[in-house]
């Protein structure tokens, strides 16, 4: 066990307000600091938020104040929010603060006194919202998130990545476990074997960022900016470095998905040029969900974690505001590690939430807390009873003895990452104790047996439920820390945080321990609580806080998920060979009406709202109203209220055709197929794993009859990236294939005569 650990989140962009996208990264940190310091480590928990850049620049001229104006107030909701739901993080870095820009300062410099960056020019295409220059012509959208990029001339200084390409691969090779989970690395590893180029650092179009030191009409890039937060907020080249000196290299950065390359290939090869220790590991999630998409401002799909929390909160209206904030974080904890495979995307809904919240915390683990501390209460009036047996018989009963194995599953699966195989089987171990309870009704007394007897059968039984509770208690905590420290002073063992979580002996329950004040724990919800959230949501939903960020227009979020299922449709019939015809009208007709709600007008939108939104892309050869041959569509279901655009004259499509913007938004690339085989019991289905550059996707494609898995191993395809996954005979699907369909439903693959490297769009 190592007498310290460090982890840390990403810090997030202010640009937005916080989400329960954000707070679901927050929340698993949480979980893995309370568990290392319930274990007795030391342990540093870093938070906080990336305030410099272009994107910030704008958003704060958008919003009619200064960058820092700005930043200070989207900081503090993220800052207050983690307060509102008691995550108890050690830090909270803002990038703007005197002590983050003096050491990445510091930082430059060390980089450039040994020789690893250097002054040079730069013309690419830049994407804003990524922050990030990507490979796109002139006029492209950006390959990784489809927004508009900007073309960016700029005298530079750049990092010498290169350099690190052989470093970095026989680090991932002497460390296997620096990037989490398996097929992360390997998309880490792809990349970098793909070759890494230079990467320009400092930016002279804007001013919002930390000035280089000695140059200062450039800025430093953001993401060197901000990935040096993990150091720069332990004191690294401070006057005090104690914390830097006794917490890093950090033990573990955890990030989203999207990020994984920031962290596994820049930030190491920044240390590495830095001479600096590299962390010790980088685990990504995956995203969370809404309406089929990920939960982010831009596609207004989100849900704030102080819905959830005024939500539950109602249930318990007695209480003071702070603690219903801290049961509303409870509910939110333990659905969000419970219900996700941790690494993987998974889907938000108010419904499964509640469902969650009353199958197992109300009617599982707090059902069960309540019927055993109140028949103690009755029983034995409040002290926990003496088991007659010393512990003989209770050591008998099946999940007693299961217990040991329960605490080791549960501390191999929660140190593993995976919580929600943790909780599975704590949640296996109340299901038993709560058996163990109706089968044996303590509450009643067979005939033919004394009050004595009974009694002592009681005690037996009750100091058993009791010390299960004790054992799944102090497993739970990092999950529900409010509820289980609760239960614990319920338990008359007083402030869990105080309390050895370590060592979980079976009998460590002392027999006539005073019981605490009975109160419930978990009230049931009801279809009330939904509604109460979705109000809570709609009312809420414009931003206040921040602007739009600079988009072209998108779809509403009802038409981008009516879309994607039209799409996963086709896709399955493709997959499975059935009702082809179908999928195809339900597709087209999606996009029809994508297109005229999209282009056409807004239902959904006011007024009021920026025009630039409502508009299509700058008129240019692509643009639609430009387009030959077209025809005016018929006009929208009346809304009443859409006026078409100022400007411009509103763009019409023919019927039954999409515009390039549409077309751009279904992203197509060149994958490779890495493993095709067979899925059992499916005759049309193969599994394939296809590399697509950053990244290596599960597809399962309907092509087994036509095509033998080995035959297809090494053969490019065209995968239709961006498609929303979905699941397949229990495996999950990650993208589709793009095939011709022959007569008889015979599918052959669409390819290329020439060689087209893998990871390439095709638009
Ligand atoms: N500022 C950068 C990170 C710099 S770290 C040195 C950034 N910020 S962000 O605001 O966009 O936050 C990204 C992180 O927020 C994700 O990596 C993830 O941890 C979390 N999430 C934001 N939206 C999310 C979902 N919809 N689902 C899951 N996590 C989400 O990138």
Not at 391 to 404: I, R, T
Request: glycine content about 8%.
């Amino acid at each position: 066990m190592p007498d310290k650990f460090y982890l840390t989140t990403p810090i997030y962009y202010v640009n937005a307000r916080p989400h329960i996208g954000h707070a679901y990264t927050t929340i698993v940190a949480d979980a893995i600091a309370r568990r290392q310091r319930s274990l007795g480590v030391d342990t540093w928990f870093l938070t906080g938020t990336d305030e410099h850049g272009q994107k910030i620049e704008r958003s704060a001229e958008a919003a009619g104040c200064t960058p820092q104006q700005f930043a200070d107030r989207v900081s503090q909701e993220f800052k207050n929010l983690w307060d509102r739901m008691g995550l108890t993080c050690d830090d909270f870095i803002r990038t703007t603060e005197p002590r983050h820009i003096l050491a990445v300062q510091n930082f430059i410099t060390l980089l450039r006194d040994r020789g690893f960056i250097y002054k040079g020019s730069y013309t690419g295409q830049y994407c804003v919202f990524d922050e990030l220059y990507v490979e796109a012509p002139p006029g492209a959208p950006c390959p990784d998130c489809g927004r508009p990029t900007e073309t960016v001339s700029e005298e530079n200084y750049f990092f010498k990545l290169s350099a690190f390409e052989r470093r970095l691969l026989e680090f991932y090779d002497e460390h296997p476990d620096f990037i989490r989970p398996e097929s992360r690395r390997n998309e880490v590893i792809s990349f970098v074997k793909g070759g890494l180029r230079d990467l320009s650092v400092s930016r002279t179009s804007f001013n919002w960022g930390i000035p280089i030191p000695g140059d200062e009409k450039h800025v430093v890039y953001v993401w060197l900016d901000a990935l040096a937060n993990y150091i720069t907020a332990l004191g690294w080249s401070s006057a005090d470095d104690s914390k830097y000196k006794t917490f890093w290299p950090a033990d573990l950065h955890l990030v989203g998905k999207e990020i994984i390359r920031f962290h596994c290939v820049y930030w190491p090869a920044f240390l590495m040029a830095a001479g600096l220790p590299l962390p010790k590991s980088v685990h990504a999630h995956g995203w969370l969900l809404f309406e089929e998409s990920k939960m982010s401002k831009s596609r207004g799909n989100i849900v704030r974690a102080e819905t959830i929390l005024e939500g539950f909160g109602a249930l318990k209206p007695d209480l003071p505001k702070a603690e219903q904030d801290l049961f509303g974080a409870d509910a939110l904890r333990y659905f969000l590690l419970r219900e996700i495979a941790f690494g993987q995307d998974g889907n938000f809904s108010f419904d499964a939430l509640v469902q969650r919240y009353n199958a197992d915390l109300a009617n599982g683990y707090g059902n069960l807390v309540s019927r055993t501390l109140s028949m103690i209460g009755r029983y034995f009036d409040g002290l926990v009873p003496y088991p007659a047996s010393s512990g003989s018989v209770v050591q008998s009963h099946s999940f007693a003895v299961e217990l040991p194995r329960t605490i080791s599953t549960f501390a191999a699966s929660f140190d593993a990452l995976d919580f929600s195989r943790a909780l599975e089987t704590a949640w296996a171990a109340v299901a038993a104790v709560d058996g163990y309870l109706t089968a044996n009704a303590p509450w009643k007394q067979p005939e033919g047996v004394s009050d004595e007897q009974q009694q002592a059968l009681r005690a037996d039984i009750l100091y058993t439920a009791a010390e299960a509770i004790r054992i799944i208690t102090a497993l739970v905590y990092p999950v529900i820390p409010n509820a289980a420290a609760q239960v614990w002073s319920q338990l008359g063992l007083g402030d869990i945080r105080k309390a050895d979580l370590k060592n979980l002996q079976w009998r460590g329950l002392k027999p006539g321990t005073k019981l605490g004040e009975l109160s419930p724990l978990f009230p049931r919800a009801d279809k009330e609580t939904i509604t109460r959230m979705s109000e809570l949501e709609q009312k809420n939903a414009p931003a206040p806080a921040a602007t739009p960020e600079p988009e072209t227009a998108e779809p509403s979020p009802a038409h981008t998920s009516k879309l994607k299922s039209a799409i996963e449709g086709l896709a399955v019939a493709m997959a499975e060979s059935t009702n082809e015809t179908a999928a195809v009208a339900a597709f087209e007709g999606a996009i029809a009406e994508t297109v005229r709600e999209t282009i056409g007008g807004r239902k959904d939108q006011a007024p009021s709202a920026p025009v630039a939104a409502l508009q299509p892309t700058p008129s240019g050869p692509e643009d639609a109203t430009n387009l030959p041959g077209t025809r005016i569509l018929p006009p929208a279901p009346a809304t009443g209220t859409v006026a078409a655009p100022a400007g411009p004259a509103a763009p019409t499509l023919p019927e039954g055709k999409i515009s390039i913007d549409d077309f751009s938004k279904v992203e197509l690339r060149v994958g490779q197929i890495k493993v095709a085989e067979r899925v059992p019991k499916a005759d049309k289905l193969l599994r394939l794993e296809v590399d697509l550059g950053t990244e290596t996707r599960q597809i399962l494609a309907g092509i087994a009859e036509a095509y033998a898995p080995e035959s297809l191993i090494g053969r490019k395809v065209v995968i239709v990236a961006n498609l929303a996954p979905r699941k397949l005979r229990g495996l999950e699907s990650n993208g589709m294939i793009v095939a011709a369909s022959l007569e008889g439903g015979r599918p052959v693959l669409a390819g290329f005569l020439e060689d087209v490297p893998v990871g390439a769009r095709l638009k």
